[in-house]
């Protein structure tokens, strides 16, 4: 399978790409990794007139620390972010999510940008981003703009992106001292999630000081299963907390039917995840929760 | 047409391409590269694998102009004349193949995981090989082939 034709541009510099997607606007797709895009224009799917290549902007690829955060590159490969010792002490569940994307290859080119800017409802970033409060760094000729995950993503595969914007950064808070975990329900290694789960905690003694659960498919949309980080705060650290949280996680939530489950059985998922998640988190052992 | 060069099994190699060329297709048709495999040709079997600045890659599912001015090894690259990498060793002594078809791409990945881990533990390496499917062995020997392969190479250090 070829992709269809397409002009190919190297951009240069930031101003570069900016100005290239000016020029082009929907006409045009930016290439970072490839790793979404390239199979959708070998399927036909996406049939860019113009393509963008974002491959040589070194400074797209750093992380580094900005202002009490840090500040991941929207070229930064997946790789990359689990092996940066910056975010391994500051923001660690970003390499716990990240090794559940793809496979190793996968990981070797895929960026965090474009996985997040693709907005795919069944990625594993976006609900990471959500659970996170990360702010997108977006850019174009007129403006530049910061977008809460929040507002970010509108739809599968739809986010607020114009087609004249492309992603600069993703800034993502310092959590030191948080606990983490991602469960990530597929049905072989290198798949979608059906549902997944991640979750942080911040413990102050045995009491949950502070608790983000993102939901990865479970609508449209990533979510935070508000109702059981609600119920989390303040509470004791401990298995009875986890159980009544996990119940209320699919508590809002608009999950598809497709031919992987239907929406029952993604809230059940949901619960038994979170339940999963909570429980490595805390470093709990919780009993199995198949009858919630 | 975009005019590109990249070094290819340790050659330097120029040539003139059509940008949607993908880079498996370089290696094969324009390239002699007959170990690198098309298989599901959508960024799932891992057939397609080769090293792109030493980390593997599906060369299904990148361009050849993105690889422009990098170095990529294919598993023709592994190997001196007549004298095999341990891994391919490896394989044909543990039975790690019948078809034969995933056998390059699951030796460019296991080289991927064996330069980043050198002495993996068997879950290390069914993780390392995630990205490559094989219908035929169900898996079990080429762990094992990739586990002597560990050995050989520690042992080569160390002698």
Redesign the interface.
Known sequence: ????????E?AEDVDHVIALLHEHGDEAKV?AG??SL??LM??RLATPAV?I?L?HLEHLHAVAARGGRVAVGAAATH?AVIDSPLLRERCGALAEVVRRI?????R??GTFGGALAHGDAAGDLPALARALDAEFVLASQKRRRRVAAADFFTGHLQTVLADDEVVLRVEVPDLTGWSFAYEKFAPV??AWAVVGVVALVRRDGNRIADVRIGLTHMGDVPLRATAAEAALRGAEAGVEAVRSAAALAGRDTSPPSDDNADATYRRHLARVLTARALGRALDLTVPNLETM | MRAIEMIVDGATVRREVDPRLLLVHLLTDSLDRTGVNVGCDSSNCGACTVLLDGRSVKSCTVLAVQADGHEVTTVRGIAEEGDWHPLQTAFRNCHALQCGYCTPGMIMAAKDLLDAVPDPTDEQIREGLEGNLCRCTGYAPIVAAVREAADDLAAQRQG
């Open positions: 399978m070829f992709p269809a034709p397409f002009a190919y190297r290439l490839g790793q390239l199979p070998k399927f393509v290549d491959g790789q793809g496979d190793p290859q996968v070797h080119r290694s290198h």
